[in-house]
């Protein structure tokens, strides 16, 4: 195995701890809001921001 904090047997004891603590469906929950989330920033992303109309000049009253 590598060295460093982050090998494949850590993380997954890792999770296998969170799992226990919170239970799954904090997981799935938490999956659900960060798909959600995501999707709706990739939305906003392709949106294009309507071109403003720059506002026309008034015509001078003569009187």
Request: net charge neutral.
């Amino acid at each position: 195995m590598g060295e460093g904090l982050f090998q494949p047997l850590h993380i997954l004891l890792i999770v296998a701890i969170a799992l226990l603590l919170f239970g799954t469906s904090k997981f799935s929950a938490l999956g659900k809001g960060l798909g959600e989330g995501i999707r709706n920033f990739k939305a906003a992303m392709k949106e294009e921001e309507p071109p403003k109309k720059a506002p026309e000049p008034e015509e001078e009253k003569k009187t």
